[in-house]
């Protein structure tokens, strides 16, 4: 069974930096897009970042020029660096991936990481 985890939030003063990373394993012939959204309380889920198979990257304006996506298709992973964090950052950060395997392509999540920013 395809599962992703993800590591790597935690606390961070404003202006700090976090990276998280998300790998994929069991099963996997092959990944597509592969995304980060995240949660914050009373709020619905949204797409922060996305990456295609390719490379090509799109970011949600509150994030632009402060968070790098980048994945490497050797080891199934996706990463968030994420610079200048700010408060309103704050959020569980999901993993999701457009997976291939034996029963054809599917979506996966992780369970998420939890990234506070706060002084």
């Known amino acids: 069974q395809v599962q992703l985890v993800e590591s790597g939030g935690g606390l961070v003063q404003p202006g700090g930096s976090l990276r998280l990373s998300c790998a994929a394993s069991?099963?996997?012939?092959?990944?597509?897009?592969m995304n980060w959204f995240r949660q914050a309380p009373q709020k619905e889920r949204e797409l922060v970042t996305r990456?295609?198979?390719?490379?090509?990257?799109n970011y949600a304006d509150s994030v632009k020029g402060r968070f790098t996506i980048s994945r490497d298709n050797a080891k199934n992973t996706v990463y968030l660096q994420m610079n200048n964090l700010k408060p309103e950052d704050t959020a569980v950060y999901y993993c999701n991936a457009v997976i291939r395997t034996t029963a054809g392509w599917g979506d996966y999540w992780g369970r998420g990481t939890q990234v506070t920013v706060s002084s």
């Open positions: 990456i295609t198979s390719g490379g090509s990257t």
């Open positions: 069991g099963g996997i012939f092959g990944i597509n897009n």
